[in-house]
């Protein structure tokens, strides 16, 4: 039954459209299950790789503006921007890696988030490639109907869960989790600790940069402060996992429902500004403290809880 | 010819001088003891020749290759694995999975990855623990771990560093089965260990390093005897 579970939500996800959702609907389902691709991306490095990264806006950013270039600078479809964003991303996450992976732990994390920065203020004064802060514009939109652009990403969401699930199972994700838990000892059994870091950051940037390059085409419109925001992006990665539950295989995706959720919600609130980052703040708190494993990872945990409430 | 050969290896931390000039061979097949008291620079001639540190001066060969520039990893893949003295199980993962994990360097796929585990299990009387998480591992079992996570890469030598520390009574006799009948599978072990029954009764020879410096070498009935081993750990005799 557990073994038929990813196939049967996926049958489920594909089959909602069909009942007639409302545009606001279809936008909240297709922001769901894009976060839980970035979630699944960020997961594969932070989570079972333990190499947590506080600037993944770097690599959704890239893949958002190579697909919002090749459109302004060659004028062929912004969907091109989807395989060509896979190249540039890996690029890209090689020469981070190559910078900032000899570093470890906090330190490791202190240069992602500075590289997440990086990108936005190279991308903010770059005018000549990127137009600053005027932005991106996709004049003709592929679809009106949100339904197509919903089973692309779909698509994607299906091929990443598919993708890592196999590399966890392989040598690659026993090397993964043999580095999160001990470099030292994952070095001295002989594994090339350095090489396998650069693959898990390389894999993890890629997956992000795709759901980059599809948000442009979804949403026709990328600035700088948008894709490459370090409170939007980058920090809202991080807690879908947290919430969903680090290193594990659904965990991103329930992370992505309730942080989507969550902050729509948030933004109904009226005269609130800026403060809904500190509405995420304590939500973080809270997991951090009563669900340090996530919702997935201590669903024990939960039923336990629920199970003593009702029979008290 | 002897496998490995380490020739006047030093290392200094700052102005210190944690290792200096010290040579020594092992034999292929010997079980070589390497003891001194605390601080003497046991582990870090281990550190040296695993890879963590590179020697400030001198080189080490392995099976007449110099190893002495590459890292832990290659050191591994040529056929030196170790254990360690503050042991580094990988916590959150199965006891077989943290053995699968290093069988993979020599493993083609995945299943004759698990089949070498499950075989190295065996012949360290873990098989019955292979399910536990290595964190709930109690002490003994976790040096037992770091045996047989270091047997799994099918190394020609191995390190162990102080696998015996801290063991009760029965737990020792049973390290001391394990560690001969790794030497009856004709790998050749290099072996730091405080405890002197254990180191006299399996050493085939004995170096012994005091402050950083080799102060003798023999087998463990000349080291027993030598009044500059007598001396460094128990003081001069004289003066007592």
């Known amino acids: ?312 | 010819m002897s496998l490995l050969e380490i020739r006047g290896i030093s290392r200094f931390f700052g102005g210190l001088a944690a290792v200096s000039d010290v040579s020594f061979m092992v034999d292929k097949g010997a079980i070589v003891g390497l003891i001194g008291p605390n601080g003497a620079g046991k582990t870090t001639v281990f550190n040296m020749i695993n890879g963590f540190y590179a020697p400030s001066k001198g080189e080490i060969y392995f099976k007449g290759e110099k190893i002495s520039q590459l890292k832990p990893h290659q050191i591994c893949k040529r056929g030196i694995a170790r254990t360690f003295q503050v042991v580094k199980p990988l916590q959150r993962m199965t006891v077989l999975d943290n053995v699968i994990a290093s069988a993979f360097v020599r493993a083609r796929n995945r299943a004759q990855a698990e089949a070498m585990a499950m075989e190295t299990l065996k012949f360290t009387g873990l098989y019955d623990d292979r399910a536990i998480l290595s964190k709930s591992l109690p002490l003994g079992k976790r040096k037992k771990l770091e045996i047989a996570r270091a047997l799994a890469t099918q190394p020609e030598m191995l390190l162990l560093d102080e696998s015996c520390a801290g063991l009760n009574p029965s737990e020792l006799n049973e390290a001391i089965e394990i560690i001969k009948k790794i030497r009856d599978r004709g790998i050749t072990i290099l072996i730091i260990e405080h405890h002197m029954k254990v180191i006299m009764s399996i050493s085939d020879r004995i170096v012994v390093i005091n402050y950083g410096q080799k102060i003798a070498e023999g087998t463990p009935l000349e080291i027993r005897h030598n009044p500059l081993v007598i001396e460094a750990y128990l003081g001069e005799a004289q003066s007592a």
């Open chain 1, 1 to 312: 039954m557990r073994k038929f579970l990813p196939i049967v939500l996926l049958a489920l996800f594909a089959l909602i459209p069909l009942v007639g959702l409302s545009s606001y609907l279809m936008h909240i389902l297709i922001l769901v299950v894009m976060w839980s691709v970035i979630g699944m991306a960020w997961n594969l490095l932070g989570g079972y790789c333990g190499q947590v990264s506080f600037g993944h806006a770097a690599f959704f950013g890239v893949g958002a503006y190579s697909a919002g270039i090749i459109y302004t600078k060659l004028g062929v479809s912004a969907w091109w921007g989807i395989p060509l964003s896979i190249i540039v991303v890996a690029l890209v996450a090689l020469v981070i890696g190559y910078i900032s992976l000899r570093l470890r732990g906090p330190y490791f994390v202190l240069s992602t988030l500075a590289i997440g920065e990086v990108f936005r203020v190279s991308a903010e004064n770059l005018e000549g490639l990127t137009q600053g802060n005027l932005g991106i514009l996709i004049q003709e939109r592929t679809w009106v109907e949100k339904i197509w652009y919903f089973y692309i990403i779909l698509f994607i969401a299906a091929v990443t869960f598919y993708l890592i699930k196999k590399t966890i199972a392989s040598r690659l994700g026993y090397y993964f989790v043999a580095i999160r838990e001990d470099q030292d000892a994952a070095e001295s059994l002989g594994i090339n600790t350095t090489l396998y870091k650069t693959i898990a950051l390389c894999m993890s940037a890629v997956i992000a940069g795709l759901a980059g390059a599809f948000y442009t085409n979804y949403m026709g419109y990328i600035d700088p402060d948008v894709v490459f925001s370090l409170s939007d992006i980058s920090i809202v990665t991080v807690m879908v996992v947290m919430v969903g539950g680090v290193a594990t295989f659904w965990g991103p995706l329930v992370g992505a429902v309730i942080m989507v959720l969550f902050a729509e919600l948030i933004r109904s609130i009226p005269m609130l500004g800026a403060a809904h980052q500190t509405l995420f703040g304590i939500l973080l708190i809270i997991i951090i403290i009563f669900l340090p494993n996530g919702i997935a990872g201590d669903t024990s945990k939960i039923l336990r809880l629920l199970r003593i409430r009702r029979s008290s």
